[in-house]
């Protein structure tokens, strides 16, 4: 207890350490304070100075050495110093001001002529459609204010009476008599007395004198007249006897509907039901919370969230969960749309919560669909993103590639963009439908070239054309470098410019080659390597050269979809798909893994689909619906341009390249060969085809006949023995009579066979 | 039969008809005037400019009905009676 104390005494006297100091033999004790180290130097002069021992002295000096290590400042700034000190770093105020956003004075609706009108639009065609639908149940109405009518006739003269004869008054009146209080009584019937006279002397000229005046005024009046006033008398009657639970108009012309308001606090617990362990742990109670680093506001027709995720977790944790966190906003799915903001940091996540599904929100018309003409070389459009602005998608320089599985709208998406090419009048259109529904019909007038259906003729044809359009590639390149040669500036990128294009001499216009169901193409027992090896080199080399290639498909997979084809496809918009693969194998590897994922859309998200290459980052399309009665509409107006444009050709003139006799290459082949050859080269073979059918294969080189023989299967890389024109002999390319034999005899036993 | 019960039934109807009329007397004019000052309000002494004022009615001439008073009892005794069990 004591010796409590004296701490306590000790501490309490801490301030006039220096007094006691002074004292003598009383230093030992104050020494042992422990503030006193803080100025331990200043101390031991101190203490020296009253003459101390030299033994406590040194036990002073080694305590110092002792914190002097803890403190060292040089080995401090080596170990541990990681963050820099908060002042003087960071970018400056000039350079925040340069990169600040900087927001727009007039919203858009009010700043852009075309919103304006819109908004116009809107506004006139909301109150046309209230004042119709009143005018539709005005008959309703005016029954309804009639049958009130003596309710209301009860109710003016019941008002009117109670008026004039102080109504009001009464219950003051019942109540001085309950309380037998005769003076107030009195005061009050007085006052009743000398109102009730001034309200008759007011109300009784009126009965007596106005109301047979009027009567007698308008029954004068022309029948129409009378009528008139008669039925407004009725209707006015009718309004005062109204039931305000009952009201003459029940409903409102336009019901819109109710959308909640997204808060923190919805957010918040959405993301807490994911169960995400990390945001668990800062949502729980000694958690730092999510960081909002914008405020919610309204965006388009939905709300928008900025959300600093925790460490951690990314935006693809919370994409793969759209489905749980739909639910935990008590959202329908299709209003759910978390996605990265490309500019920020991996953990920024950006909500956006649509008012109305997306699948069932309105989409305007299709830009194109009344008038106007499309450039390829420009962007086309082809819907709308989830927000409702337009996406639009530059097909020149280009190639695409759909997937998706069947009946989610893949070619519905499809015709959009080649309704958009056909309306550029220039564009030469190669169309193959190989499922045979006639989906693509309507552009049948329209295309060089047209398929449908999914036997092996259409397929051939397919085949047929994508060669065709390989040599044109050739011609294309070299006019391409013959026009570099001559004028650098016409051709600056080496690549179709728009002024190349439209130069009708030079054979550069853009060529658009579109096949639906492509993978009836590439898997084709038959034509599907040359097919994929002809796409293949299409899509690598025409992109410069004003080529499109436009691939639909609803399969994707290795055998269907050649990886030189789904490897080099620049524009990919996937609709709903089944799995990882399917989606990574039209989007590009491991976009599954980035989030991006076409698995997650649901079937009634028609026309919905992850849209890849088009911009930065992916984004989410619905693309325009156009039925067909529309499709056709365009495509009469694009025939008409072309027909003005003289660029109508092929199968649109009526000239059936289609339906060309089969390839019998084969067959010919062998026919020339004489009864002893065994053995050819091909340079011998191609020189005495040409000279046969001229009109067929009078362009064949050696190199091309060894192309077209590979897809029948021939073995054209055997080393043959032969003599040249100047009667040597040497070993050449050729082929062996004996491969060609059974290739034939095949062909001929599959033609009986099928 | 109808010599015999028709002196009672007018009685009957005479009863009925005062009772309403003093219902109704009770309603309209819940005050009558004062019985001892004859609705002035003021008694005169003996001498003839000399008045005080009526300690029945408080001087205002009006003495409450004795019907509205008997109806006033029983409906402040109910009034108070809900109000205690509330
Ligand atoms: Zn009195």
Same mark, same amino acid.
């Given at each position: 207890?004591?010796?409590?104390?004296?701490?306590?005494?000790?501490?309490?006297?801490?301030?006039?350490?220096?007094?006691?100091?002074?004292?003598?033999?009383?230093?030992?004790?104050?020494?042992?304070?422990?503030?006193?180290?803080?100025?331990?130097?200043?101390?031991?002069?101190?203490?020296?100075?009253?003459?101390?021992?030299?033994?406590?002295?040194?036990?002073?000096?080694?305590?110092?050495?002792?914190?002097?290590?803890?403190? #060292?400042?040089?080995?401090?700034?080596?170990?541990?110093?990681?963050?820099?000190?908060? /002042?003087?770093?960071?970018?400056?105020?000039?350079?925040?001001?340069?990169?600040?956003?900087?927001?727009?004075?007039?919203?858009?609706?009010?700043?852009?002529?075309?919103?304006?009108?819109?908004?116009?639009?809107?506004?006139?065609?909301?109150?046309?459609?209230?004042?119709?639908?009143?005018?539709?149940?005005?008959?309703?109405?005016?029954?309804?204010?009639?049958?009130?009518?003596?309710?209301?006739?009860?109710?003016?003269?019941?008002?009117?009476?109670?008026?004039?004869?102080?109504?009001?008054?009464?219950?003051?009146?019942?109540?001085?008599?309950?309380?037998?209080?005769?003076?107030?009584?009195?005061?009050?019937?007085?006052?009743? #007395?000398?109102?009730?006279?001034?309200?008759?002397?007011?109300?009784?000229?009126?009965?007596?004198?106005?109301?047979?005046?009027?009567?007698?005024?308008?029954?004068?009046?022309?029948?129409?007249?009378?009528?008139?006033?008669?039925?407004?008398?009725?209707?006015?009657?009718?309004?005062?006897?109204?039931?305000?639970?009952?009201?003459?108009?029940?409903?409102?012309?336009?019901?819109?509907?109710?959308?909640?308001?997204?808060?923190?606090?919805?957010?918040?617990?959405?993301?807490?039901?994911?169960?995400?362990?990390?945001?668990?742990?800062?949502?729980?109670?000694?958690?730092?919370?999510?960081?909002?680093?914008?405020?919610?506001?309204?965006?388009?027709?939905?709300?928008?969230?900025?959300?600093?995720?925790?460490?951690?977790?990314?935006?693809?944790?919370?994409?793969?969960?759209?489905?749980?966190?739909?639910?935990?906003?008590?959202?329908?799915?299709?209003?759910?749309?978390?996605?990265?903001?490309?500019?920020?940091?991996?953990?920024?996540?950006?909500?956006?919560?649509?008012?109305?599904?997306?699948?069932?929100?309105?989409?305007?018309?299709?830009?194109?669909?009344?008038?106007?003409?499309?450039?390829?070389?420009?962007?086309?459009?082809?819907?709308?993103?989830?927000?409702?602005?337009?996406?639009?998608?530059?097909?020149?320089?280009?190639?695409?590639?759909?997937?998706?599985?069947?009946?989610?709208?893949?070619?519905?998406?499809?015709?959009?963009?080649?309704?958009?090419?056909?309306?550029?009048?220039?564009?030469?259109?190669?169309?193959?439908?190989?499922?045979?529904?006639?989906?693509?019909?309507?552009?049948?007038?329209?295309?060089?070239?047209?398929?449908?259906?999914?036997?092996?003729?259409?397929?051939?044809?397919?085949?047929? /054309?994508?060669?065709?359009?390989?040599?044109?590639?050739?011609?294309?390149?070299?006019?391409?470098?013959?026009?570099?040669?001559?004028?650098?500036?016409?051709?600056?990128?080496?690549?179709?410019?728009?002024?190349?294009?439209?130069?009708?001499?030079?054979?550069?216009?853009?060529?658009?080659?579109?096949?639906?169901?492509?993978?009836?193409?590439?898997?084709?027992?038959?034509?599907?390597?040359?097919?994929?090896?002809?796409?293949?080199?299409?899509?690598?080399?025409?992109?410069?050269?004003?080529?499109?290639?436009?691939?639909?498909?609803?399969?994707?997979?290795?055998?269907?979809?050649?990886?030189?084809? /789904?490897?080099?496809?620049?524009?990919?918009?996937?609709?709903?798909?089944?799995?990882?693969?399917?989606?990574?194998?039209?989007?590009?590897?491991?976009?599954?893994?980035?989030?991006?994922?076409?698995?997650?859309?649901?079937?009634?998200?028609?026309?919905?689909?992850?849209?890849?290459?088009?911009?930065?980052?992916?984004?989410?399309?619905?693309?325009?619906?156009?039925?067909?009665?529309?499709?056709?509409?365009?495509?009469?107006?694009?025939?008409?341009?072309?027909?003005?444009?003289?660029?109508?050709?092929?199968?649109?003139?009526?000239?059936?390249?289609?339906?060309?006799?089969?390839?019998?290459?084969?067959? #010919?082949?062998?026919?020339?060969?004489?009864?002893?050859?065994?053995?050819?080269?091909?340079?011998?073979?191609?020189?005495?085809?040409?000279?046969?059918?001229?009109?067929?294969?009078?362009?064949?080189?050696?190199?091309?006949?060894?192309?077209?023989?590979?897809?029948?299967?021939?073995?054209?890389?055997?080393?043959?023995?032969?003599?040249?024109?100047?009667?040597?002999?040497?070993?050449?390319?050729?082929?062996?009579?004996?491969?060609?034999?059974?290739?034939?005899?095949?062909?001929?036993?599959?033609?009986?066979?099928? | 039969?109808?010599?015999?019960?028709?002196?009672?039934?007018?009685?009957?109807?005479?009863?009925?008809?005062?009772?309403?009329?003093?219902?109704?007397?009770?309603?309209?004019?819940?005050?009558?005037?004062?019985?001892?000052?004859?609705?002035?309000?003021?008694?005169?002494?003996?001498?003839?400019?000399?008045?005080?004022?009526?300690?029945?009615?408080?001087?205002?001439?009006?003495?409450?009905?004795?019907?509205?008073?008997?109806?006033?009892?029983?409906?402040?005794?109910?009034?108070?009676?809900?109000?205690?069990?509330?």
């Amino acid at each position: 207890m004591i010796n409590q104390h004296s701490e306590h005494h000790d501490h309490e006297y801490d301030d006039h350490r220096d007094e006691q100091r002074a004292e003598p033999g009383e230093h030992a004790r104050v020494y042992e304070f422990p503030s006193k180290r803080e100025d331990s130097t200043q101390d031991k002069t101190d203490y020296e100075r009253n003459g101390g021992t030299a033994e406590s002295a040194e036990r002073d000096t080694a305590g110092e050495v002792l914190e002097g290590e803890l403190v #060292d400042e040089d080995e401090q700034n080596i170990t541990s110093q990681v963050d820099p000190p908060e /002042s003087g770093r960071g970018p400056s105020f000039w350079e925040r001001l340069n990169q600040a956003e900087r927001r727009a004075i007039l919203p858009t609706w009010l700043s852009s002529r075309n919103q304006l009108s819109q908004a116009a639009k809107w506004a006139g065609g909301h109150y046309a459609h209230a004042a119709g639908y009143h005018a539709a149940r005005c008959p309703v109405y005016a029954a309804k204010l009639a049958s009130q009518a003596p309710r209301g006739t009860a109710r003016i003269i019941s008002g009117t009476a109670r008026w004039v004869f102080d109504a009001e008054g009464q219950p003051l009146r019942s109540a001085a008599a309950r309380r037998e209080d005769a003076a107030e009584y009195l005061r009050l019937t007085t006052q009743r #007395d000398a109102r009730v006279r001034t309200r008759l002397a007011l109300t009784l000229p009126v009965l007596l004198g106005g109301l047979p005046l009027t009567v007698f005024l308008v029954t004068g009046l022309p029948m129409l007249l009378t009528g008139a006033v008669m039925a407004g008398l009725v209707l006015a009657l009718g309004a005062a006897g109204g039931h305000r639970d009952k009201p003459v108009v029940p409903g409102r012309a336009v019901v819109s509907t109710q959308v909640a308001k997204l808060t923190s606090d919805i957010v918040e617990r959405a993301l807490a039901s994911l169960g995400i362990a990390e945001i668990n742990k800062v949502m729980g109670p000694r958690g730092s919370g999510i960081a909002f680093p914008k405020p919610i506001t309204r965006d388009g027709p939905g709300w928008r969230a900025d959300i600093d995720l925790p460490h951690g977790v990314t935006v693809p944790d919370i994409v793969e969960r759209r489905e749980k966190l739909a639910s935990g906003l008590r959202r329908p799915l299709g209003c759910v749309w978390p996605e990265s903001d490309g500019t920020e940091h991996a953990g920024r996540l950006v909500l956006w919560v649509g008012d109305q599904d997306m699948a069932q929100a309105k989409q305007p018309a299709w830009p194109l669909l009344k008038k106007g003409t499309a450039d390829l070389f420009q962007p086309v459009p082809f819907g709308t993103d989830q927000r409702g602005r337009p996406v639009a998608i530059t097909l020149m320089y280009a190639n695409l590639l759909i997937g998706a599985m069947p009946g989610v709208g893949k070619t519905f998406a499809l015709r959009v963009l080649l309704l958009a090419a056909a309306l550029d009048a220039r564009a030469e259109m190669r169309i193959f439908e190989l499922k045979g529904t006639g989906d693509l019909e309507s552009l049948e007038k329209v295309a060089h070239h047209y398929g449908s259906g999914p036997d092996d003729g259409t397929v051939e044809a397919t085949l047929e /054309s994508l060669r065709e359009v390989y040599q044109d590639l050739e011609k294309r390149a070299a006019t391409i470098t013959r026009l570099a040669r001559e004028n650098k500036a016409l051709v600056p990128e080496n690549k179709v410019t728009p002024e190349l294009a439209a130069r009708s001499d030079l054979g550069l216009h853009p060529l658009v080659v579109a096949v639906d169901e492509c993978q009836e193409l590439f898997s084709h027992p038959e034509f599907g390597k040359e097919a994929g090896e002809l796409a293949t080199a299409i899509i690598k080399r025409g992109r410069a050269l004003g080529v499109i290639l436009i691939l639909a498909t609803q399969r994707p997979d290795k055998d269907s979809l050649p990886t030189g084809v /789904s490897a080099n496809v620049g524009i990919r918009f996937c609709l709903r798909v089944m799995g990882q693969m399917e989606n990574d194998m039209v989007l590009g590897t491991s976009m599954y893994k980035n989030g991006v994922r076409a698995s997650t859309f649901t079937a009634k998200d028609k026309g919905i689909g992850y849209l890849v290459g088009n911009a930065d980052d992916p984004q989410i399309a619905r693309s325009a619906y156009v039925d067909n009665p529309a499709a056709d509409a365009i495509t009469d107006r694009a025939r008409a341009a072309r027909h003005a444009a003289g660029t109508l050709s092929g199968h649109a003139l009526g000239q059936t390249t289609t339906d060309r006799k089969p390839d019998t290459l084969p067959e #010919d082949l062998l026919s020339l060969l004489g009864p002893d050859e065994d053995k050819v080269w091909t340079e011998t073979a191609a020189t005495r085809l040409a000279q046969t059918w001229p009109e067929t294969y009078g362009s064949y080189t050696a190199d091309q006949l060894t192309a077209a023989l590979k897809p029948h299967g021939i073995k054209t890389n055997r080393q043959v023995w032969g003599t040249d024109e100047h009667g040597h002999g040497r070993n050449r390319r050729g082929f062996h009579r004996a491969d060609l034999a059974k290739i034939v005899a095949e062909r001929n036993r599959k033609r009986e066979a099928g | 039969m109808t010599p015999t019960l028709s002196p009672l039934a007018t009685l009957a109807i005479a009863a009925l008809v005062i009772t309403l009329g003093y219902f109704a007397t009770c309603v309209i004019w819940p005050f009558k005037p004062c019985k001892t000052c004859h609705g002035t309000g003021k008694r005169h002494a003996r001498i003839v400019t000399a008045f005080r004022l009526c300690t029945r009615c408080q001087g205002t001439g009006r003495r409450i009905r004795i019907g509205r008073h008997l109806y006033n009892r029983t409906t402040s005794h109910r009034r108070r009676r809900r109000t205690r069990h509330r």
